[in-house]
């Protein structure tokens, strides 16, 4: 890993990072904002040659044993169910908790274990957790639950691990794909940047509002 500046910031050489959700529309702004600066393990759930399944933590445990020593984990994955209060499913609820929530959980949990001395886990919320809106129930209950547990383990230290939360409001290129204006996001570029800001910085226990990187 590379060693800390004075101001406690990461220095320029890199670091081994691995981005879960990679191909995603914030993955990929991520792991093109790291390109150049650290190396980059893409993992995605279906696609490319690193894969793992966020609701089981068998595939979680599998993924960090082949891939080997690291530094840094960003995850910008996790499925969470989106409809009205009276339609969401005991498995809409299992599903948003099992994926979204106790998979970011067990990225940290489990890669507690390998990470390397002083490495960082930073993990993704979503502005449903402060400013929900109708059909958010089930998102806004895990991305709290999210930057609540990240609050909390930042606090044990394990081997001088960082663990933050990045909040991303809507995402321009995501509200064009649902057909909605662009304009009332923000571009997955400038979101990236607050993911940088939780892998270099020196913070943890950090819920980090990445409207703040506009």
């Known amino acids: 890993m590379s060693p800390r500046g004075h101001d406690g910031s990461m220095e320029e050489a890199g670091m081994r990072v691995i981005v879960v959700g990679a191909t995603g529309t914030i993955g990929t702004a ?15 759930h279906s696609k490319g040659e690193r ?5 089981s933590p068998t595939s979680i445990e599998r993924l960090f044993n082949t891939i080997g020593p690291f530094d840094a984990v960003i995850s910008t994955a996790g499925r969470a169910a989106f ?27 489990i890669g507690a274990r390998f990470i390397n001395e002083g490495g960082s886990f930073t993990l993704t919320s979503g502005v449903l957790a402060s ?6 129930a089930a998102v806004s209950l895990v991305n709290a639950g999210i930057e609540g547990f990240g609050r909390a383990a930042a606090l044990e230290k394990p081997r001088n691990i960082r663990v933050n939360v990045v909040s991303p409001p809507w995402v321009s290129e995501t509200l064009a794909a649902m057909g909605r204006d662009p304009a009332g996001g923000m571009p997955a570029a400038q979101v990236a940047r607050a993911y940088v800001h939780g892998l270099e910085g020196s913070g943890t226990g950090e819920v980090i509002d990445a409207r703040k990187f506009a």
Not at 30 to 44: D, F, Q, T, Y
């Open 51 to 55: 894969r793992v399944d966020m609701a």
């Open 131 to 136: 400013e929900p809106m109708p059909g958010s």
């Open 30 to 44: 991520v792991v093109a904002a790291l390109a150049g600066r650290h190396e980059v393990i893409s993992v995605s």
């Open 83 to 109: 409809k009205p209060l009276m339609d969401l499913t005991n498995e809409d609820f299992q599903l948003s908790l099992s994926n979204k929530l106790m998979g970011q959980v067990n990225l940290v949990r």
